[in-house]
């Protein structure tokens, strides 16, 4: 299903659903929501089988920041099986750039706004936080009261949690080094999208770097990559570099990268993560970031 516009509240560019999903199965799911400005994704894993179920990506029309629930709830009137309370859990993801990464023993619930308030404005943002124990790393963030209050309105009887893009990101690049034999040299995970490259550098046990940059033309992809290696003294030729998200092998940035990157690769199917043929391995990679939102919360 592409581009299909419903009274111009939202548009939906990808509908993929296993065929087994259905209101009965919810029980056993984890629903993942992803919002970016206008990109509104949606997953669903289930923790049993740790299988895909479903991928949905829409494009949400709205003028300004307080009109944006009344198209996701125009979206969810059209879409009663994301309105379901029966789901095992939720996880609500929000990518912006109001957030900031705290060593989890600094980190202070209490002045989570003041820690944040040195990184970016913050307005008046309610002010959330989600801890990765196993890399001692916490990452604080700002999200829409209004956006807030909407989900836990909605999702009253399910459990209801709250991350950040770079939560997912760094779960994903930890479990990823976890599934896979890597080296013991630290990797880098690089995460392509239309207008932001996202880079995570981490060895099994340690964050050693993540950031977001906003780019123009896909040639500073490499720019920025080579100075977040330089500036950690990574060496190109030692050094695994993994691209995923919205880049082929046949793209010029990729061809052009290889030429200064010895160990350049491109993410698959993430190895934790199960799915149909339905699924393509390019549609898989280019939406890492919802499909890993699951992770911060699976044992939970």
Known sequence: M?????????????????KTLNITTLPECHLSIHISGTCFKVSCVNLVTTQCMLLEVYRLAYGHAYQRVRSIEQLYQDHPLLVANNWSAVTLCIDNQQYTLIPQQLFQEKNGADYLGLACPISTNEIRHFTHVSLNVTVAFAMDPCLINWFQATYHQARLYTIHQANALIKSTHTYLQRIRASTLPIVLVFVEERYLYITVMGKSMLYYYNRFQYTHSDEWLRYILIVMHTLKLDTSLHTVILGGKV?????????????????????????????????????????????????????
Do not use: W
Request: hydrophobic fraction near 35%; charge should be positive.
């Open 2 to 18: 592409e581009d299909i516009l419903s009274e111009e509240n939202y548009q939906c560019l990808l509908a993929v659903r296993d």
């Open 248 to 300: 082929t092998k046949s793209a010029p940035a990729y061809k052009k990268a290889r030429n200064y990157i010895r160990k350049l690769t491109l993410m698959g199917r993430p190895p934790y993560l199960k799915s149909r043929s339905i699924f393509s391995k390019e549609m898989m990679g280019s939406h890492l970031d919802v499909l890993s939102t699951y992770l911060c919360h699976q044992n939970l």
